[in-house]
């Protein structure tokens, strides 16, 4: 495609619009002859792409919601294929122009605004103190453990890790042909790993609390001659050759990678090329997701903790309905390097266990920036578990806690917050169209994998529904790059109020799936945290995705009973605070140490 100035030389005659502050003059240029101090215009390119008629803008103003003139239109329809159409070349050619996965947006997201002071706490980490437990004879009740007791257990050599990635290994060959959680199996890495943390622990050379520890990660982080496969059809067969920055900490801290786990293609929900991930509470509904085999292979105990994502709720709502601890950090305090990216500006990677102390555990050791995540930033850690919460301000939103989603699990948690010497303070947020911001979302998870769906492998993948990825990847092509840049000034200016509220309160507690709060603090990139609380009955299995008649979900008769759990927002990098909370809480209401039946 020629430029506008090679245009400008080549044209038959060269009338050239020159515009003075006080004047406007055509001079008459010889064909070929550029005048010197010619500016390039707009609107002077050829003619680039399809043909388009004042009828093919009607069409689009409906996609848009704007509305033009008869005029307008016709000015836009003649005026396309020379201003607009030539900019699409980096995807149309003539000259295309690969983008490479590594190429991240020029624009970055801080949530941290201007004027924003972040507490300054040093780094300080505080585990509880060993209650003297001895090992369990059941190796059920091993595998359901808490991190923070098998790690006691393994450094004093009651247990060996090689005993318990056998008996992980042992639980997994049982349960996954239910749960359908697990991907890949690393059977023979896990052991090796394991013997090694042994042969260092008797050797004196003890790591730290994830030492022999097995897990497994989202089969989005990178690993190294194991397949990652982002649970899709066309990346089945994907072997990396290098460990994302997540899973190296985690190396480096000797735990021991036993597992790849399911996750909903592309990171949506919970249906992956190998079926849907089940909930171990309730095996006749999804896991939920799209953290789904994070989420139910650690409510299941087939791993002693899991590594989950999150862009736009896909750790809180596993953790809500598997009944497990999910910590979605601030944006930035964990590295992406070598994850499979959905939206650069929202995605976050973050630890979902069976206690809170275990989620702080495991982020202590992937916390801190990495050179290959721009995002990714240095932040203190200070985290006490027997550290007090009396008097801390808990800031809640009344009308939230009085409709749905939220249930009476919702409003007892709140009054445990009183009963622990913390403060209840009412807050409210304006009443803006916060689903806007979703625009960020959908605009880069289309841009992200673009190629992948003008080539159409996106049609590969097994859910083929309206609200699946590639029908949304589709859609999102005809959002206008002008609503984009409105919801990401809108994105800002939420910033500013959670900033406004966080100067009033300590931390927030809220419904888990209030749709409001999971599209608010994603964009912001507040951290979270979501245990569970309670119970509650359901006589109908719940799903991720938009009611379809032709599969009605199974009802049950009589009601069966799920966990249930609510979610702590804390201030940026404050992690520390909504963990010591969630501690508190964990203890007060005395469910963590329930399991699945059956599992």
Same mark, same amino acid.
């Given at each position: 495609m020629m430029k506008r100035r090679q245009f400008l030389i080549k044209a038959p005659m060269g009338?050239?619009?020159?515009?003075?502050?006080?004047?406007?003059?055509?001079?008459?240029?010889?064909?070929?002859?550029?005048?010197?101090?010619?500016?390039?215009? #707009?609107?002077?390119?050829?003619?680039?792409?399809?043909?388009?008629?004042?009828?093919?803008?009607?069409?689009?103003?409906?996609?848009?919601?704007? *509305?033009?003139?008869?005029?307008?239109?016709?000015?836009?329809?003649?005026?396309?294929?020379?201003?607009?159409? /030539?900019?699409?070349?980096?995807?149309?050619?003539?000259?295309?122009?690969?983008?490479?996965?590594?190429?991240?947006?020029?624009?970055?997201?801080?949530?941290?605004?201007?004027?924003?002071?972040?507490?300054?706490?040093?780094? *300080?980490?505080?585990?509880?103190?060993?209650d003297g437990a001895p090992l369990p004879v059941?190796?059920?009740?091993?595998?359901?453990?808490? @991190?923070?007791?098998?790690?006691?257990?393994?450094?004093?050599? *009651?247990?060996?890790?090689?005993?318990?990635?056998?008996? +992980?290994?042992?639980?997994?060959?049982?349960?996954?042909?239910?749960?359908?959680?697990?991907?890949?199996?690393?059977?023979?890495? =896990?052991?090796? *790993?394991?013997?090694?943390?042994?042969?260092?622990?008797?050797?004196?050379? +003890?790591?730290?609390?994830?030492?022999?520890?097995? +897990?497994?990660?989202?089969d989005l982080l990178d690993t190294a001659g194991i397949a990652t496969t982002y649970g899709a059809e066309p990346?089945?067969?994907r072997i990396p050759a290098k460990d994302s920055a997540v899973v190296q900490r985690l190396n480096q801290a000797g735990a021991v990678l036993i597992a790849k786990l399911s996750l909903g293609a592309l990171a949506l929900n919970d249906v992956w090329f190998g079926g849907q991930t089940m909930n171990p509470w309730l095996p006749e509904e999804g896991a939920s997701g799209s953290s789904a085999g994070p989420g139910s292979a650690t409510a299941a105990g087939l791993v002693a #903790?899991?590594?989950?994502?999150?862009?736009?709720?896909?750790? @809180?709502?596993?953790?809500?309905?598997?009944?497990?601890?999910?910590?979605?950090?601030?944006?930035?305090?964990?590295?992406?390097?070598?994850?499979?990216?959905?939206?650069?500006?929202?995605?976050?990677?973050g630890p979902m266990t069976r206690s809170v102390e275990d989620a702080m555990l495991v982020l202590q050791a992937i916390s801190g920036p990495d050179a290959g995540d721009l995002a990714s930033v240095p932040a203190t850690l200070a985290f006490d578990a027997s550290a007090p919460v009396r008097g801390l301000k808990v800031g809640y939103f009344p009308n939230w806690m009085n409709e749905e989603p939220a249930n009476e699990i919702d409003r007892a948690a709140l009054k445990a917050i009183k009963d622990l010497g913390m403060i209840p303070t009412p807050v409210t947020l304006p009443d803006w169209s916060y689903d806007a911001l979703n625009v960020i979302l959908f605009a880069e998870g289309a841009a992200a994998f673009e190629e992948l769906t003008i080539d159409h492998r996106v049609d590969q993948l097994k859910a083929q529904v309206p609200d699946a990825w590639p029908n949304v990847f589709r859609s999102a092509r005809?959002?206008?790059?002008?609503? #984009?840049?409105?919801?990401?000034?809108?994105?800002?200016?939420?910033?500013?109020?959670? =900033?406004?509220?966080? /100067?009033?309160?300590?931390?927030l507690l809220v419904p888990s799936l209030r749709d409001e709060m999971l599209v608010i603090s994603n964009n912001t990139g507040h951290p979270s945290l979501t245990l569970r609380t309670g119970s509650v009955s359901v006589s109908e299995a719940r799903s991720d995705w938009a009611p379809d008649p032709a599969h009605p979900l199974p009802t049950f008769s009589p009601p069966r009973r799920v966990p249930y759990g609510v979610t702590l927002i804390g201030r940026l990098f404050d992690e520390g605070t909504i963990a010591r909370v969630g501690v508190a809480l964990e203890r007060h209401v005395g469910v963590a140490g329930e399991h699945p039946p059956g599992f």
């Open positions: 009338v050239l619009a020159v515009a003075s502050a006080d004047r406007v003059s055509a001079q008459v240029a010889p064909t070929g002859v550029t005048p010197a101090g010619a500016p390039p215009v #707009f609107g002077n390119a050829p003619a680039f792409g399809p043909e388009v008629s004042t009828g093919t803008f009607l069409e689009a103003e409906k996609l848009m919601q704007v *509305q033009l003139s008869e005029a307008e239109r016709r000015m836009a329809s003649e005026s396309w294929r020379s201003l607009m159409a /030539g900019m699409l070349e980096r995807r149309t050619g003539p000259r295309k122009t690969t983008l490479e996965s590594t190429d991240v947006p020029a624009t970055q997201w801080n949530p941290v605004l201007p004027g924003i002071k972040i507490t300054s706490a040093k780094d *300080q980490f505080v585990r509880s103190q060993f059941s190796d059920r009740e091993i595998a359901f453990a808490p @991190v923070s007791q098998l790690s006691r257990w393994i450094q004093r050599r *009651q247990l060996s890790s090689e005993r318990l990635t056998h008996i +992980y290994l042992d639980r997994i060959a049982r349960f996954n042909p239910t749960l359908r959680c697990v991907i890949t199996v690393t059977a023979e890495h =896990a052991m090796a *790993q394991a013997q090694q943390a042994d042969r260092e622990i008797a050797a004196g050379k +003890y790591r730290g609390p994830l030492h022999g520890i097995p +897990y497994g990660v989202k990346f089945r067969h #903790f899991s590594i989950g994502s999150e862009t736009g709720g896909s750790i @809180v709502s596993p953790s809500m309905r598997c009944g497990v601890t999910g910590l979605r950090p601030t944006y930035g305090r964990v590295p992406r390097t070598g994850a499979m990216t959905l939206c650069w500006s929202l995605d976050k990677l005809f959002l206008s790059a002008v609503d #984009f840049v409105q919801a990401d000034r809108m994105r800002r200016k939420v910033a500013v109020e959670m =900033a406004r509220i966080f /100067g009033e309160v300590d931390l």
